[in-house]
């Protein structure tokens, strides 16, 4: 990304029906007072605000008990869509402000629609605690937002939410990192799915900086675009409270700004979701500021300016 030459958009997605508790709606306004706009604007971006997505729940959708608020989640899976891809379409680096990670099935969704038009494959790194991959018969809660990305690469069976010739990104173009919390009928699907999943233990072993390397090659040698989803869960709970499904063990501060600050040297994101923040159980803001600071480094801000090998 040329930061001098791009513009974001700010998609907010006040969404939390996916989740199964309040607060996530708060998080677009969250992410506003904390500064996110200006953040980026300092780094020399274009920062297009398209407000706050409110659809009406779809009435086509029937209610199912094991996806609950499908007719929420659905209304707002097809307007996610179809502002993403507009976004994109239009130069912009969609930024989806959420909201509980159900909004991936319409930005993820978006972004593969975009990708096809340029007959470029679409990658995802998914940075979280939890691998989202159950379908409605396999959840067990019947939360939606344990589902995305088995909805995103085709293999959770909802009522027709989306047209059934979509763009469908394919298992092994998406890459789970510090995951630490799986079902165990997910844990089946991820193998037969050959999703590529590195767990904290993967991280403890092999390093941020060298996973995250071989994804970036990868995502290179296909000529790929690539969306980042961030989950608050991905970090340690100590460095961000802010967040619904608190998982012990995750990445700290200084592993996420590696990874975010790789991303940006890559010239490789093309999207990125900002998920399940909860300002309702964050300290004082805390959560909000540091996923801020975290997009403003994917987006170009650094300490120092690293000279080049040789240079």
Avoid at 10 to 23: K, Q, T, Y
Avoid at 143 to 156: D, E, L, R, T
Avoid at 209 to 220: E, T
């Amino acid at each position: 990304m040329q930061k001098q030459e791009k513009t974001v958009a700010l998609i907010g997605v006040p969404l939390e029906e996916g989740s199964g508790r309040g607060g996530c709606a708060m998080g677009p306004a969250a992410y506003r007072i904390a500064g996110i706009a200006s953040a980026l604007g300092e780094l020399g971006y274009a920062v297009e605000d398209r407000g706050d997505l409110r659809p009406q729940p779809a009435a086509d959708l029937a209610p199912m008990d094991r996806a609950k608020h499908l007719p929420v989640v659905g209304a707002f899976t097809r307007a996610i869509e179809a502002e993403t891809y507009a976004a994109a379409t239009s130069g912009a680096v969609p930024i989806l402000l959420g909201g509980d990670h159900s909004l991936s099935m319409g930005s993820v969704s978006g972004m593969a629609r975009y990708a096809a038009t340029l007959d470029r494959p679409l990658f995802v790194l998914w940075l979280d605690a939890h691998s989202d991959f159950n379908a409605p018969e396999t959840s067990p809660s019947g939360n939606i937002h344990g589902m995305p990305v088995a909805f995103f690469c085709g293999k959770a069976e909802f009522a027709p939410i989306l047209p059934s010739d979509r763009p469908l990104v394919d298992p092994r173009r998406v890459y789970q990192v510090g995951i630490r919390s799986v079902d165990e009928e997910e844990r089946r699907l991820i193998r037969e799915n050959a999703v590529n999943v590195f767990d904290m233990r993967a991280i403890d072993e092999e390093g941020m900086g060298s996973i995250l390397k071989r994804i970036l090659a990868d995502v290179r040698d296909a000529g790929g675009l690539l969306h980042v989803s961030l989950d608050v869960d991905f970090l340690d709970p100590d460095v961000a409270p802010g967040v619904g499904t608190t998982v012990p063990g995750g990445a700290t501060f200084r592993e996420a700004h590696l990874i975010m600050e790789l991303l940006h040297d890559s010239g490789l994101v093309s999207s990125l979701d900002l998920v399940e923040l909860n300002p309702f159980l964050d300290d004082r803001g805390r959560s909000a500021r540091i996923m801020v600071e975290l997009a403003a480094s994917l987006f170009g801000k650094r300490i120092l300016d690293r000279p080049t090998r040789g240079g």
